[in-house]
């Protein structure tokens, strides 16, 4: 069965500092992983996406992510974190074009 | 262009009531999907189209139905509401023209928050 996983409830950084954001899945064959974020009381937007190619993955508003095959691990990072970064973040798994979430890391950035 | 969006953005019913939530996406995206996010548990699929006048179940179908008559509208339908069914409703779209195997960046709308008394 395939499955996505976010370890971790909530995140706490202060601005300035990196930020990272754990992922794990499990999946048989080449996953296709995303990362989502959704600002409060707003729909989700698209961060970044994984398919095939360079492990290291760049996406919008500096984020980036590292997908791991032998740890399989896909985690959202950013060096620099800014309070206007606070937001909920989902790892997403893709397959065949619908959506496996995992449950949602809070991210909160303080001043 | 307006992108994704959802009528109503609230809604109280009371159980038993039926409604529909009407999806709107004005990008000419083949794929439609509806989704309910309750807390701790993501986002999880409840129907999809991948096209005019297409349907399927996702994760979560049970006591909801939809249609798909024209492109551009998705619509999602609860007959006979129940608190089980108080959650925040996302409707996304997407296109295909990244491959066809997945892969697809799906576009959200703002939400629908529903609360069944």
């Known amino acids: 069965a395939q499955s996505v996983a976010q370890p971790e409830d909530q995140v706490n950084v202060a601005e300035g500092n990196p930020l990272t954001v754990k992922c794990t899945y499990s999946?048989?064959?080449?996953?296709?992983l995303f990362w989502y974020v959704q600002y409060p009381n707003r729909g989700l937007q698209f961060l970044l996406k994984?398919?095939?190619?360079?492990?290291l993955v760049k996406g919008s508003y500096g984020f980036e992510a590292e997908f791991n095959k032998s740890q399989t691990s896909f985690h959202l990072k950013k060096p620099s974190a800014l309070v206007s970064d606070s937001a909920l973040y989902f790892c997403?798994?893709?397959?065949?074009?619908?959506?496996?979430f995992g449950a949602g890391t809070q991210v909160v950035v303080t001043p | 262009n307006a992108g994704v969006t959802q009528t109503p953005k609230f809604r109280v019913l009371k159980t038993g009531q039926s409604m529909t939530l009407l999806c709107a996406q004005d990008?000419?995206?083949?794929?439609m999907y509806w989704y309910r996010q309750d807390p701790g548990m993501g986002l999880r699929l409840i129907h999809y189209?991948?096209?005019?006048?297409?349907?399927a179940k996702g994760e979560v179908p049970d006591g909801y139905n939809v249609s798909r008559l024209k492109k551009q509208n998705f619509l999602l339908g609860l007959e006979s509401a129940a608190p089980s069914q108080t959650s925040v409703y996302f409707c996304?779209?997407?296109?295909?023209?990244?491959?066809?195997?997945?892969?697809?960046?799906?576009?959200f709308g703002p939400g629908t928050r529903l609360t069944v008394t």
């Open positions: 994984y398919i095939t190619g360079d492990n």
């Open positions: 999946v048989s064959g080449n996953p296709y």
């Open positions: 997403v798994l893709d397959s065949w074009g619908k959506l496996q």
């Open positions: 189209s991948v096209g005019e006048g297409t349907t």
């Open positions: 990008m000419n995206h083949e794929y």
């Open positions: 996304a779209s997407s296109s295909t023209s990244d491959g066809p195997l997945g892969g697809y960046e799906q576009y």
